[in-house]
Nanobody
C-alpha cells in the first residue's frame, strides 16, 4: 500500500502562484509513477501532470505548472504559476506502479481556489 498526503492548497488571486506537495510512504518511492489530478465542481477528475523521470502535462496547464519529484524525500510537488479562476478545483496526488494501467493510490485532496 501507498499512503499519500497533500499539503499547500489555499486561496490565491488570478495570476498568483501556489505550490502543492505530496508526501508518499509505504513503498519504494522511486519505483512509482506520480501524478496530480484535479476535479472541479460538476466536472470529472482529470489529470494535470505526471512524472516518472520527466514531467508530462495537460494542455491546459502546460507552460504554467511544473511537476517535480525528490526521490530522497519521497515527495512530489506541483508548482502552479499564472493561476486562473478555471484552475479552481480539488487537487489530488496519485501514484501507480510503473507497469500498472490505472492510478491505484490517491491522496485526500487539497482545495485550490483562484479568485478573479
Amino acid at each position: 500500500q501507498v499512503q499519500l498526503v497533500e499539503s499547500g492548497g489555499g486561496l490565491v488571486q488570478t495570476g498568483g502562484s501556489l505550490r502543492l506537495t505530496c508526501a508518499a510512504s509505504g513503498r519504494t518511492f522511486s519505483t512509482l509513477d506520480m501524478g496530480w489530478f484535479r476535479q472541479a465542481p460538476g466536472k470529472e477528475r482529470s489529470i494535470v501532470a505526471s512524472i516518472r523521470v520527466t514531467g508530462d502535462y495537460s494542455y491546459s496547464v502546460k507552460g504554467r505548472f511544473t511537476i517535480s519529484r525528490d526521490n530522497a524525500k519521497n515527495t512530489v510537488d506541483l508548482q502552479m504559476n499564472s493561476l486562473k479562476p478555471e484552475d479552481t478545483a480539488v487537487y489530488y496526488c496519485a501514484a501507480k506502479d510503473r507497469i500498472a494501467r490505472t492510478w491505484d493510490y490517491w491522496g485526500q485532496g487539497a482545495q485550490v481556489t483562484v479568485s478573479s
